[in-house]
């Protein structure tokens, strides 16, 4: 904890009260049909900082994420990424999208190409960089989730954790100025969630702006910054871990956290 | 063809089972009238005993059928049958009873169809009394009608194939297009305009007979050349019975191989497009990168099947005068005044066509990996010491 604030002091430590937000979320509303999915959500994510949602299944943990990259389209309120409001017309979410990286509970790889193909698809055709060049970047990424050995292997092949690695990679190639999770560790055995978990927290120390959708509590209060609580679709409770794991404020918070200490 | 030989050399439970309706096979076969050119007919000792032999061999099964009867639980350990010596001398003797079969079979059947054919190519006419005659007798004198009939069939089911093949890439693109975000208006009309076309074109062309179809297409483009002051010769030599089957079947093949292509590409996992959106591709970029390939996968199968319809269903193209395997069968017809032998001869063709192509597209699906698991079938190997 102490070593992390040190690398991240510039960004996200108190430096970081003038700063611009990097993503600012303000009045976001979203529903599916006659369910309220969010509502009035407003959150602001600052360059470095680690943000971690928990929350029980259906508080609207995901759609909030994959609202920030419009992967759902919100229905009222403003997502802004670095100044840019996303829901405004001019504005080319494909560019956007870019430098927002995204990791899903189900991997999603692309299982027509291999593990490198993978990560070398979206700097090839986007960034127009030449293959050999897009390769190495890759190589690189590769290296450091610790699957280098696999840039030639069938995605197919893999292990879950492999897989979650390589999509991990797979984002970082592309340079992202910020990294979404979307329960990264969910579809994973207990017993090869920690090898993800290491690398996103290694991400977290190298500086890396990270919104973080888990169930890994002890993830949550060690590694991130600020813990949001997310209940029926509203923001129950944030603030920083400490305080939200040591004495939360909110009952469904407490009910919420003492049921996941028990187990 | 190691499965062959583990199958020859190994023995079977069933042996008795199996071997006993071959045997019957050869007693039909013994008893049925012997052909001009009947090999078997110098040597009528012979036949009599290898006839009697089979009946043996049905005693012997029918005795081991009363004992399992009997036995019905403790047959697999108690009866003399499934002794190692015992089971060794059945396997020979289930040698024995198919070589039997096998000479039967050639003295009957092979030497059969050689007197019919030499009856045949003596005949002045088709033989009125002797189907198998009367079948070879029109090939004999219409293979030629038989064979262009065969070739413009082929032609017209790969060319159709392969030409739709490519028209309903083009379609099925215009099909899927969903508007998206960045998309302007100009780009949304037109998204709009080609998926209500290719919908549009779907429903009219699958809801109408191909038949119809060709009845519509052939005289509507003749009427067009017609219109440019052209003669009935002239317009007959450009716009042939051949190129309106042509057309026909390629315009028909395309909306339901579209059909197929959209079935594949819809069962992409949602996962891939977003995974490929939140890279930054768009929509496009993530559709011919990583939906397109894996969609086609899946619909290889579906795609190979046009294939096989378009050789059968060629056959209504005979209706605007294409002279394919249906036609030339009719042109048989009309001139022996039968109906049931040519007939015949074009449903061995056709069944021939389909068998080889389904073979051939069975190579080319394994060849891009997709296998086709059977179906709620675990595995038919026995367990090891199952009797």
């Not at chain 1, 069938?154 to 897989?163: F, H, I, P, R, T």
């Not at chain 1, 055995?189 to 169930?215: C, F, K, Q, S, Y």
């Not at chain 2, 002794?83 to 050639?106: D, E, F, H, Q």
Request: aromatic share 8%.
């Amino acid at each position: 904890m102490a070593e992390k604030n040190v690398t991240t002091a510039g960004a996200a430590g108190a430096g970081a009260r003038f700063a611009e937000p990097m993503v600012r979320i303000e009045g976001l509303q979203k529903s599916f049909g006659d369910l309220e999915v969010l509502r009035d959500i407003n959150l602001d994510v600052m360059p470095g900082q680690v943000v971690t949602i928990i929350g029980a299944s259906g508080s609207g943990k995901s759609t909030l994420l994959r609202c920030i990259n419009l992967l759902e389209t919100p229905d009222a309120g403003h997502v802004w990424f670095h100044g840019a409001d996303l829901a405004a017309e001019h504005v080319d979410v494909n560019r956007l999208r870019e430098k927002i990286g995204m990791v899903f509970q189900g991997f999603n790889l692309f299982n027509n190409m291999n593990v490198l193909d993978n990560c070398t698809l979206a700097p090839v055709t986007l960034k127009k960089m030449k293959k050999a060049e897009a390769e190495e970047v890759a190589m690189r990424h590769l290296e450091s989730v610790g699957l280098a050995d696999f840039a030639r292997a069938d995605v197919n092949n893999l292990s879950g954790g492999q897989k979650q690695r390589v999509a991990i990679a797979r984002a970082l190639c592309m340079q992202p100025d910020l990294m979404l999770f979307d329960e990264p560790t969910s579809a994973l055995d207990p017993e090869i969630v920690g090898e993800v978990l290491e690398v996103m927290r290694r991400l977290a120390a190298e500086g890396m702006t990270m919104v973080v959708v888990t169930h890994e509590m002890a993830f949550a209060k060690n590694v991130s910054d600020e813990v949001v609580f997310m209940d029926k679709g509203v923001i129950a409770e944030k603030g920083a871990p400490s305080k939200i794991f040591s004495a939360p404020e909110h009952p469904r918070t407490r009910e919420f956290l003492a049921r996941y200490l028990e187990g | 063809m190691r499965k062959l030989r583990d199958f020859v050399a190994g023995d079977h439970r069933y042996v008795l089972l199996g071997t006993s309706a071959v045997a019957l096979v050869g007693m039909l076969l013994s008893s049925s009238p012997r052909p001009a050119m009947s090999f078997l007919a110098q040597a009528f000792t012979v036949e009599l005993v290898m006839y009697y032999l089979l009946v043996a061999w049905l005693v012997v099964s029918a005795a081991a059928l009363v004992l399992k009867l009997a036995h019905w639980r403790s047959y697999g350990t108690t009866s003399p049958f499934v002794r190692p010596a015992a089971r060794r001398a059945l396997r020979y003797g289930s040698y024995a009873v198919w070589a039997i079969a096998l000479v039967l079979l050639a003295d009957r059947g092979v030497m059969g169809v050689a007197s019919a054919w030499q009856a045949a190519a003596a005949a002045s006419a088709r033989p009125q009394d002797d189907m198998l005659q009367g079948i070879l007798y029109i090939l004999q004198h219409d293979h030629q009608t038989f064979t262009t009939g065969l070739a413009t069939t082929v032609e017209l089911a790969v060319f159709g194939t392969v030409f739709a093949f490519f028209l309903a890439l083009l379609l099925v693109f215009a099909r899927i297009q969903t508007v998206d975000r960045p998309d302007n208006d100009f780009v949304r009309f037109w998204k709009r305009l080609g998926c209500g076309f290719a919908k549009a074109y779907s429903t009219v062309i699958r809801g109408t007979p191909m038949m119809i179809q060709a009845m519509i297409i052939y005289p509507a483009i003749f009427a067009l050349f017609r219109g440019t002051g052209m003669t009935t010769t002239e317009i007959n030599g450009l716009w042939t019975p051949f190129l309106g089957g042509l057309v026909t079947i390629t315009l028909n093949s395309t909306a339901y191989m579209m059909e197929v292509l959209r079935g594949g590409i819809e069962s992409v996992d949602r996962g891939q497009t977003e995974a490929a959106r939140s890279l930054g591709l768009s929509q496009w970029q993530a559709m011919r990168k990583v939906v397109f390939p894996q969609g086609i996968k899946f619909a290889i199968p579906g795609l190979s099947n046009e294939l096989i319809i378009n050789i059968k269903d060629s056959s209504v193209l005979s209706v605007i005068g294409t002279f394919e395997l249906a036609f030339a069968s009719t042109t048989a017809t009309g001139v022996y005044y039968n109906q049931l032998q040519p007939s015949l001869i074009s449903a061995v063709v056709y069944l021939f066509l389909t068998m080889v192509a389904s073979w051939l597209l069975g190579k080319f699906a394994k060849h891009f990996d997709v296998k086709p698991e059977p179906v709620g079938s675990t595995s038919d190997k026995n367990l090891v010491g199952e009797e």
